[in-house]
């Protein structure tokens, strides 16, 4: 006969407690299954391999934003490299010119070696013509790749070149003026576009590729369509300065926000893109008022009318129609001595004045007068079928 023995009580407690946490991690189990349907498992898995995705995408924005510096820097540097070859260009040309005065004082000093002395200086002039042909290449090759380097964007519908921060001579030289003499295109009411001086704009700036069109306009201001020369893709022209400001205010409010006129300097620069008078090609070539045909609206090709814009081909940074077709409206107030009062660094006048300038020329001027020097001044509250607009915008940091 099997014999029972008494169990203990503390036995009795442990078997008790063992039972209740079995019982418990069951039911948690159980409900953690009820709670976690197969559709939240694969949400989860999709979640997951998402926060993947971001993460990959966020390494390559980073990429991107580092090619984009590099290139950048890569910009400043050719410019850099630009700016230095004009100034040894430029102080050797004054060494020669101070070598022919000094030539020409000894030939008044002493007739008799004049012969002699001519031919030296004709071996100069040409040493240093060879020179200057070497360099002008050596300056278009650069140009050329700075030209396919240039950046655009998009911005509420419209398109912008950032145009980098550099420096440039802004004004007509001397030997242009000579030249624009011999065509009759020089008159000493365009002194005001000298002296010619070394400007620097310190910052990159963005600059519309085209110039405000009627629909553009319209959609802003809606209303009436105050051009003379009706068409939507016409450039906006009889607007007076107050209201070109009133749009931009407008726009602004209405949008990406931060834009404004150029001035005076930041325009001359966009326009002359490293040219001469009349601008440089899409690819980095020095254009003459014999090639304006293609790149400009004149008196010689516009009939008298504005035309639609864009049409004509653009400069090497890409922008279109910065001479002829319509005038443009600069932040500026108009003074004549300009050049000889302004700050070379971000130069701009503030001070009042009875205009305000405009820049680029129109369809009713001959093809010698729509240069990038060019200057012209109106009355703000003016309202010519000539002027037009073209928008700037601060590059964001």
């Known amino acids: 006969m099997m014999r029972l023995y008494p169990i203990p009580l503390w036995a009795l407690i442990a078997l008790n407690l063992f ?14 299954e009820a709670a976690a349907p197969p559709s939240i498992q694969r949400l989860e898995s999709v979640i997951r391999q998402q926060q993947q995705t971001i993460r990959m995408l966020k390494d390559v924005i980073t990429q991107q934003k580092q090619a984009i510096a590099d290139l950048q820097k890569q910009a400043t540097e050719q410019n850099q490299f630009i700016q230095a070859a004009k100034e040894s260009f430029q102080k050797t040309l004054d060494e020669l010119r101070s070598g022919v005065e000094t030539i020409r004082k000894q030939l008044t000093e002493n007739e008799s070696s004049g012969q002699d002395t001519a031919k030296r200086i004709e071996t100069m002039l040409l040493d240093q013509q060879k020179a200057s042909d070497e360099l002008q290449t050596t300056i278009v090759q650069i140009k050329k790749k700075i030209a396919r380097d240039f950046e655009s964007l998009e911005l509420d519908g419209m398109t912008f070149v950032k145009i980098p921060a550099g420096s440039f001579r802004m004004g007509t030289s001397e030997n242009e003026i ?8 020089w008159s000493d009411l365009y002194t005001c576009e000298t002296p010619v001086h070394d400007v620097t ?3 990159p700036f963005l600059i519309a590729a085209r110039e405000i069109s009627q629909d553009q306009w319209r959609k802003v201001m809606g209303g009436r369509n105050p051009a003379s020369f009706k068409g939507g893709d016409l450039p906006i022209e009889s ?8 749009f931009i205010e407008k726009l602004n409010e209405q949008s990406h926000g931060g834009y404004r006129l ?13 040219g001469g ?3 440089s090609a899409a690819d980095g070539t020095t254009l003459t008022s014999g090639d304006l045909d293609s790149f400009a609206w004149s008196s010689a090709n516009s009939k008298g009318m504005t035309h639609p814009i864009g049409q004509k081909k653009p400069n090497a940074w890409g922008l279109y129609d910065m001479l002829g077709n319509v005038w443009e409206w600069c932040e500026d107030w108009y003074h004549v001595d300009a050049y000889t009062i302004l700050d070379p660094t971000n130069p701009f006048a503030r001070q009042s004045s009875a205009e305000r300038v405009i820049r680029g020329g129109c369809v009713s001027l001959p093809p010698e007068s729509i ?14 079928q000539f002027i037009g607009l073209r928008l700037a915008c601060d590059v964001e940091n």
Not at 239 to 246: F, L, P, S, V
Not at 262 to 274: G, I, N, Q, S, V
Request: hydrophobic letters at 35%.
């Open 19 to 32: 039972c209740a946490v079995t019982h418990a991690d069951e039911v948690e189990s159980a409900t953690a």
């Open 178 to 185: 000579a030249m624009l003499k011999e065509h009759n295109a």
């Open 201 to 203: 704009l310190a910052r």
């Open 239 to 246: 607007i007076t300065w107050y209201e070109a400001k009133r």
């Open 262 to 274: 150029p001035t005076e300097a930041e325009w001359e620069y966009c326009a002359r893109a490293d």
């Open 277 to 279: 008078l009349w601008d």
């Open 371 to 384: 240069r990038v020097t060019f200057r012209g001044g109106q009355t703000p509250g003016n309202r010519s």
